[in-house]
């Protein structure tokens, strides 16, 4: 995804890989179709335009910020929409709630957002001094400081380790252990200046990068959320129905794929994405949030179509 601002200050989205996300969702007028990261509405406005007169599009997401922006973005098809803050994996819930048996289309456009990394406020970016925050729900749940402040080393090493791809991992949590010993580490500013006094700077990537990536993925449990969430969406779809999931680091399109590939061979998907798509050369010179987005997609067979019940 990309954020910028307007001259009225106001986030614009630009959606990533549109052209393949419709061609692959294959929305039509009278379906109903599950954007369940609607974020700032980027997709669901691609989408809910081809649903007319009578689909209907549902659109979660768990930052409130974000659905306030996707209101506004969606408001003249507001008729086919119903907005809804959950966490994707609470999908079934939006559904009862709406009174819908099943969708004929879902789409995951997963990671963290341009809006949420771009509002220093948030603290997910290093590049500004900011609370060390990073929930993408801010009603609840452990921030980026709380697990700083309460885990031990040995668990620190393996959020970065196994979350960051970080060698340097036991080097950056025994520094972070020692530095709150003097003083709670509260602010990205002060991060940073931890992990850049443990490691230096090797390559296009930095270690800030890699550690705020780790810490992100642990407070909102990212990970977890993805292979519920990706599992469940067979119960949800009718038969033909459509998933198309977007992913931008290797953790996230590594769940993607083996829940694909395995649903698949049970015979409850039909993988249409053999390799997993990538953004055009012109795509990546305007939005550069799309360089390393893989979308992966599939169709839901007519085996084990559970019966939903409608509230």
């Given at each position: 995804?990309?954020?910028?601002?307007?001259?009225?200050?106001?986030?614009?989205?630009?959606?990533?890989?549109?052209?393949?996300?419709?061609?692959?969702?294959?929305?039509?007028?009278g379906k109903?179709?599950?954007?369940?990261?609607?974020?700032?509405?980027?997709?669901?406005?691609?989408?809910?335009?081809?649903?007319?007169?009578?689909?209907?599009?549902?659109?979660?997401?768990?930052?409130?910020?974000?659905?306030?922006?996707?209101?506004?973005?969606?408001?003249?098809?507001?008729?086919?929409?119903?907005?809804?803050?959950?966490?994707?994996?609470?999908?079934?819930?939006?559904?009862?709630?709406?009174?819908?048996?099943?969708?004929?289309?879902?789409?995951?456009?997963?990671?963290?957002?341009?809006?949420?990394?771009?509002?220093?406020?948030?603290?997910?970016?290093?590049?500004e001094d900011?609370?060390?925050?990073?929930?993408?729900?801010?009603?609840?749940?452990?921030?980026?400081?709380?697990?700083?402040?309460?885990?031990?080393?040995?668990?620190?090493?393996?959020?970065?380790?196994?979350?960051?791809?970080?060698?340097?991992?036991?080097?950056?949590?025994?520094?972070?252990?020692?530095?709150?010993?003097?003083?709670?580490?509260?602010?990205?500013?002060?991060?940073?200046?931890?992990?850049?006094?443990?490691?230096?700077?090797?390559?296009?990537?930095?270690?800030?990068?890699?550690?705020?990536?780790?810490?992100?993925?642990?407070?909102?449990?990212?990970?977890?959320?993805?292979?519920?969430?990706?599992?469940?969406?067979?119960?949800?779809?009718?038969?033909?129905?459509?998933?198309?999931?977007?992913?931008?680091?290797?953790?996230?399109?590594?769940?993607?794929?083996?829940?694909?590939r395995e649903?698949?061979?049970?015979?409850?998907?039909?993988?249409?994405?053999?390799?997993?798509?990538?953004?055009?050369?012109?795509?990546?010179?305007?939005?550069?949030?799309?360089?390393?987005?893989?979308?992966?997609?599939?169709?839901?067979?007519?085996?084990?179509?559970?019966?939903?019940?409608?509230?």
């Open positions: 995804m990309r954020s910028e601002r307007s001259e009225e200050s106001r986030p614009v989205h630009v959606p990533v890989m549109p052209r393949e996300v419709i061609e692959l969702l294959d929305p039509q007028p109903v179709i599950l954007d369940a990261t609607v974020g700032l509405g980027g997709h669901s406005k691609e989408i809910v335009q081809r649903l007319q007169p009578d689909g209907l599009l549902i659109g979660l997401d768990r930052d409130q910020q974000a659905l306030a922006v996707a209101k506004k973005t969606l408001a003249p098809w507001q008729h086919s929409c119903q907005l809804f803050h959950l966490n994707f994996t609470e999908a079934a819930t939006a559904l009862d709630v709406a009174g819908v048996k099943g969708i004929d289309g879902v789409i995951y456009d997963l990671g963290a957002s341009q809006l949420q990394l771009g509002t220093a406020e948030r603290g997910f970016s290093f590049s900011a609370p060390l925050d990073m929930r993408m729900d801010r009603s609840t749940g452990d921030t980026a400081a709380d697990l700083l402040r309460r885990l031990s080393e040995r668990e620190l090493e393996e959020i970065i380790r196994n979350y960051g791809e970080e060698r340097f991992a036991r080097r950056i949590a025994r520094r972070i252990v020692e530095a709150r010993r003097k003083m709670p580490i509260g602010t990205t500013g002060a991060l940073s200046r931890i992990i850049a006094e443990a490691v230096p700077r090797r390559g296009r990537i930095s270690p800030q990068t890699r550690t705020f990536q780790a810490l992100r993925i642990a407070v909102n449990h990212e990970l977890d959320n993805i292979q519920a969430g990706l599992s469940d969406a067979s119960r949800l779809l009718r038969s033909g129905g459509r998933l198309v999931a977007i992913s931008f680091h290797s953790l996230e399109d590594r769940i993607v794929k083996t829940i694909l649903q698949g061979k049970k015979g409850i998907y039909r993988v249409l994405t053999k390799k997993p798509l990538t953004a055009s050369r012109e795509e990546v010179m305007q939005n550069r949030s799309s360089r390393s987005a893989k979308l992966r997609a599939a169709e839901r067979t007519s085996e084990g179509i559970p019966e939903r019940r409608s509230e």
